[in-house]
């Protein structure tokens, strides 16, 4: 079966960083574009960043740009968001997801369980 498992999150402080993983398995990774996106308590879900992989094409919403960087482990099958000078509004659940068309498509293939981050002032 397919299988997106996100893990690295936790607490931290304002400013601190965090580095997620996105361990992949059950689709052709190379093919994929893998997407990062975020969910915070009575928000709506929004995309964060996405790479597709075939070519390392990357991209950021406007409010993470220059904060956080997303990379690939191609031989590992795994997608990180490594995450500097978070900020308290930086708070949600994290989720990868992986879809086979686009990074900026309303629905994605398949998603992972998500992880909690939580960032304190």
């Known amino acids: 079966d397919v299988q997106l498992q996100a893990s690295g999150g936790g607490l931290v402080q304002a400013g601190g960083s965090l580095r997620l993983s996105c361990a992949a398995s059950?689709?052709?990774?190379?093919?994929?574009?893998i997407g990062w996106f975020r969910q915070a308590p009575g928000k709506e879900r929004e995309g964060v960043s996405c790479?597709?992989?075939?070519?390392?094409?990357?991209y950021y919403a406007d409010s993470v740009r220059g904060r956080f960087t997303i990379s690939s482990d191609n031989a590992k099958r795994t997608v990180y968001l490594q995450m500097n000078n978070l900020k308290p509004e930086d708070t949600a659940v994290y989720y990868c997801?992986?879809?086979?068309?686009?990074?900026?498509?309303?629905?994605?293939?398949?998603w992972g369980q998500g992880t909690l981050v939580t960032v304190s002032s």
């Open positions: 059950g689709f052709t990774f190379d093919d994929y574009n």
């Open positions: 997801a992986a879809d086979h068309l686009s990074c900026w498509v309303p629905s994605y293939d398949y």
């Open positions: 790479m597709r992989i075939s070519d390392g094409s990357i």
